[in-house]
């Protein structure tokens, strides 16, 4: 069965800062990759997801991510956070074709102060 | 509008009692999941359907029970064996990748 780690379960940083939260999976096929976003009393968002092709995927709002097969990551990242950005950020897999659906990580708080 | 909705927001319970969590969707989606959240655990899937009147168990579908009886409607049902019942509940559909998650329902058992 596949898993995934998000080791920063807090993150703090200043507007204008780059962000960049860890994401690794491990399974040994082919996935889909997914970030969600769960902003204050909101539903959970996609905020972006990684197919095939390309493997650094734009998302909304500016953000992005980069899947490193070998490294077996996909980590989400956003040049310059804003205030709004602050949320809570869930990285999710699940195994190519797969209708199961997604294994979650434990997410990532993300608080942006400004 | 297009959605998922999840009702009550809020739900109470006694100890003992079984109680069901309601989800309807109008998106047309065929397949359909119910997600538990947990502080630093992140979502941990339940029971999901792919179509009307078939469902799987997930990771943690002790104490839980579902049923599919129509497309846009997929019930939860948490039972008195379920021995941490107290979480938030989400449900969510999906037609191709990724999914759409309604508003959830926040269980509270005492």
């Known amino acids: 069965a596949q898993s995934v780690s998000q080791h920063n379960h807090h993150v703090i940083l200043s507007e204008a800062a780059s962000l960049e939260l860890g994401c690794n999976y491990s399974y040994g096929g082919t996935v889909n990759l997914f970030w969600y976003v769960q902003y204050p009393g909101q539903h959970l968002q996609l905020l972006l997801k990684y197919f095939s092709g390309d493997p650094l995927v734009k998302g909304i709002k500016g953000f992005e991510a980069e899947f490193i097969k070998s490294k077996f990551s996909f980590n989400l990242r956003k040049p310059s956070v804003q205030w709004s950005d602050t949320a809570e950020y869930f990285c999710a897999v699940t195994p190519s074709g797969s209708a199961r659906q997604l294994t979650f990580g434990s997410g990532t708080q993300l608080t942006v102060l400004p | 509008d297009g959605g998922i909705t999840q009702s009550p927001k809020y739900l109470f319970r006694k100890e003992g009692q079984n109680v069901t969590l309601s989800c309807e969707q109008n998106?047309?989606?065929?397949?359909m999941y119910w997600y538990r959240q947990d502080p630093g655990q992140g979502l941990r899937l339940i029971y999901y359907?792919?179509?009307?009147?078939?469902?799987q168990k997930g990771d943690i579908a002790e104490g839980y029970s579902v049923s599919r009886e129509k497309k846009e409607s997929f019930p939860l049902t948490v039972t008195s064996a379920q021995k941490n019942p107290t979480a938030f509940y989400l449900c969510a559909s999906s037609l191709k990748g990724g999914l759409f998650f309604g508003p959830g329902t926040r269980l509270t058992v005492t």
């Open positions: 359907s792919q179509i009307v009147n078939d469902f």
């Open positions: 998106l047309n989606h065929d397949a």
